[in-house]
């Protein structure tokens, strides 16, 4: 369930909540990729400490291991990683784009050959509710075919077109024999829908249309960050968001440099995914205020100041750039844990910025603060994407 509190008078910018099993999420909002049911290099209680109230795993990741029969022996997923917030689950949609040399598809849905042992899983539109239902997700994701870039326009119509009688498949299954909407979310999660259609604008019209018509609790943009200019993923979004139901969520599915995320807020997203903050700590890279600082370089050798003075948090009252670096040169764990935990909590306070702006209503100001700000450092080099890690 969603409620719209209030949305800016100079874009699209919208304040929600998302009313989930376990617990009220604010939004917009970042949710931090926890793949394999742990955000890497963080504990549980870090993430919630941060005033994170959901996170995101992987269906197919999950189902390799540790199985959902064990975690549904475990009392779900909540239990079994010790996480009291929500989750959401990617379908396996993403592996279904990514495994190109590992999987099959077909009309039924795709023939997976493990990246861990070589077994063969069949995941159905159908099975992978089932799968998600085990877990014990908040959010439900629908199975889809995301086309990769580039692809003609046939190509793309015609997995958009799966992509649709998937959700179909999927939506019957999530609502049972004669359940209603309501009572399929109260006891079995939010199912959310995927928009797909690549970079084609007339595909990302009916299939915005066709998700819709479902009328889920949800609905998601996909097929987008995955090898296309930026400048046609943010003409996407701001063709496709004003189409979505406005009395829905709308999730832009791994999306996640603090740029992305302020364009796509202004058009009206309100939920976010992407591994960046974690995979760039754990690379040596971090998130600043002034923009993004590769630890690596020489000239942090002797920066006996915070990584990013703006930062309250312990990562950056207790340790300098210098020492961060000296632990990341002797490859010492605490590197990893201390970017990633600054990361993280940088993200933070971004996104509560961005929800305390549009009550108010000084959003578009916000954006032009924080972009002039970011910006006055020359980022550093770093490779960007990817939905699961």
Same mark, same amino acid.
């Given at each position: 369930?969603?409620?719209?509190?209030?949305?800016?008078?100079?874009?699209?910018?919208?304040?929600?909540?998302?009313?989930?099993?376990?617990?009220?999420?604010?939004?917009?909002?970042?949710?931090?990729?926890? %793949?394999?049911?742990?955000?890497?290099?963080?504990?549980?209680?870090?993430? @919630?400490?941060?005033?994170?109230?959901?996170?995101?795993?992987?269906?197919?990741?999950?189902?390799?291991?540790?199985?959902?029969?064990?975690?549904?022996?475990?009392?779900?997923?909540?239990?079994?990683?010790? @996480?009291?917030?929500?989750?959401?689950?990617?379908?396996?949609?993403?592996?279904?784009?990514?495994?190109?040399?590992?999987?099959?598809?077909?009309?039924?849905? *795709?023939?997976?050959?493990?990246?861990?042992?070589?077994?063969?899983?069949?995941?159905?539109?159908?099975?992978?509710?089932?799968?998600?239902?085990?877990?014990?997700? #908040?959010?439900?994701? *629908?199975?889809?075919?995301?086309?990769?870039?580039?692809?003609?326009?046939?190509?793309?119509?015609?997995?958009?077109?799966?992509?649709?009688? @998937?959700?179909?498949?999927? %939506?019957?299954? @999530?609502?049972?024999?004669?359940?209603?909407?309501? =009572?399929?979310?109260?006891?079995?999660?939010?199912?959310?829908?995927?928009?797909?259609?690549?970079?084609?604008?007339?595909?990302?019209?009916?299939?915005?249309?066709?998700?819709?018509?479902?009328?889920?609790?949800?609905?998601?943009?996909?097929?987008?960050?995955?090898?296309?200019?930026?400048?046609?993923?943010?003409?996407?979004?701001?063709?496709?968001?004003?189409?979505?139901?406005?009395?829905?969520?709308?999730?832009?599915?791994?999306?996640? %440099?603090?740029? #992305?995320?302020?364009? *796509?807020?202004?058009?009206?997203?309100?939920?976010?995914?992407?591994?960046?903050?974690?995979?760039?700590?754990?690379?040596?890279?971090?998130? %600043?205020?002034?923009?993004?600082?590769?630890?690596?370089?020489?000239?942090?050798?002797? #920066?006996?100041?915070?990584? #990013?003075?703006?930062?309250?948090?312990?990562?950056?009252?207790?340790?300098?750039? *210098?020492?961060?670096?000296?632990?990341?040169?002797?490859?010492?764990?605490?590197?990893?844990?201390?970017?990633?935990?600054?990361?993280?909590?940088?993200?933070?306070?971004?996104?509560?910025?961005?929800?305390?702006?549009?009550?108010?209503?000084?959003?578009?100001?916000?954006?032009?603060?924080?972009?002039?700000?970011?910006?006055?450092?020359?980022?550093?080099?770093?490779? =960007?994407?990817?939905?699961?890690?």
């Amino acid at each position: 369930m969603f409620h719209l509190k209030t949305t800016s008078s100079e874009c699209a910018a919208r304040r929600g909540q998302l009313l989930t099993r376990h617990g009220t999420v604010e939004t917009p909002v970042f949710m931090p990729v926890g %793949t394999q049911g742990t955000v890497k290099a963080m504990s549980q209680e870090e993430v @919630w400490n941060l005033g994170f109230r959901i996170i995101l795993g992987n269906t197919y990741h999950l189902h390799l291991r540790p199985g959902e029969e064990l975690v549904r022996q475990a009392g779900g997923l909540h239990r079994f990683i010790g @996480w009291s917030g929500a989750i959401l689950t990617d379908s396996g949609g993403f592996q279904v784009f990514s495994l190109e040399d590992l999987r099959k598809i077909t009309e039924d849905g *795709a023939l997976f050959r493990s990246h861990i042992d070589g077994s063969e899983h069949f995941f159905s539109p159908e099975g992978v509710v089932d799968i998600q239902r085990t877990l014990g997700s #908040d959010v439900l994701m *629908a199975f889809d075919e995301c086309a990769p870039y580039p692809s003609d326009h046939t190509y793309t119509e015609r997995a958009m077109e799966r992509t649709h009688r @998937w959700a179909q498949r999927c %939506t019957r299954h @999530w609502r049972g024999p004669g359940a209603g909407g309501r =009572e399929a979310e109260e006891t079995t999660g939010q199912l959310f829908g995927i928009v797909q259609g690549g970079t084609y604008l007339d595909l990302r019209s009916r299939s915005a249309a066709f998700v819709s018509q479902l009328e889920l609790p949800g609905v998601a943009i996909g097929g987008v960050s995955v090898g296309e200019p930026k400048e046609a993923m943010l003409e996407v979004v701001a063709h496709t968001a004003p189409l979505l139901p406005r009395d829905r969520p709308r999730y832009l599915m791994g999306v996640g %440099t603090p740029e #992305d995320i302020l364009d *796509a807020v202004r058009e009206g997203i309100d939920m976010f995914d992407c591994v960046l903050p974690t995979r760039l700590g754990r690379t040596g890279t971090a998130y %600043t205020s002034r923009g993004r600082a590769n630890i690596k370089n020489a000239k942090y050798a002797d #920066d006996l100041t915070p990584i #990013d003075p703006e930062c309250s948090e312990w990562c950056c009252r207790s340790h300098s750039a *210098a020492y961060v670096r000296h632990l990341y040169k002797a490859d010492e764990i605490l590197a990893l844990r201390v970017l990633t935990y600054h990361n993280l909590a940088f993200y933070a306070k971004l996104m509560a910025g961005i929800r305390e702006a549009i009550e108010g209503d000084r959003f578009l100001d916000f954006r032009r603060e924080f972009l002039g700000s970011y910006r006055t450092t020359q980022r550093d080099g770093v490779t =960007e994407g990817g939905a699961s890690e």
